[in-house]
């Protein structure tokens, strides 16, 4: 696990004149923060386009998969406390990423998972019953106006 916090300068990637734009401002963020770390969430809340810079820009713990591979190729090198030195590209924009701690995982017995295993199972079981349900009801409808996928069998996938 990783606790992370990122700025994001937001621009798509076919839009080139915005997109360098953000990787030079990226630059001075982290040119700013490598001199004066502690301004990390003042400078978040003045430039992140993520709903995390009201947060400090703090992301929480965060585990691969989490975010898009770009992002996760940059952060997952860092080391605990370590400010990326580079801007980030992704397709969301151009973050300043700074890892904060990485949390060990510890494998756990299977007697104090199996609660949570049973839940888990349970839960993936009724969203998949709910889909299915869905799909047939789709596939006995006239539906207009949007796409849905549609099961014309009760033998559903």
Known sequence: MFEARHILLASPPEEAEERAAGK????????????????????????SACPSGKQEGRLGLLSRG???????????????GQLCPLPVETRYGVHVIQLDRKVDAVPAE?????????????????????????????????????????????LVQ
């Open 66 to 80: 989490d975010t898009v591979p770009e992002f996760e190729t940059f952060l997952f090198s860092l080391n605990a």
């Open 110 to 154: 299977f007697e104090q998972s199996r609660d949570a295993i049973a839940r888990f199972l349970r839960t993936q079981s009724l969203h998949t019953a709910t889909r299915q349900y869905i799909m047939l009801l789709a596939g006995q409808a006239k539906i207009e106006g949007i796409e849905i996928e549609a099961a014309h069998s009760p």
């Open 24 to 47: 030079a401002l990226a630059a001075e963020i982290i040119a700013t923060l490598e001199a004066e770390p502690d301004r990390f969430a003042e400078l978040a809340a003045r430039h």
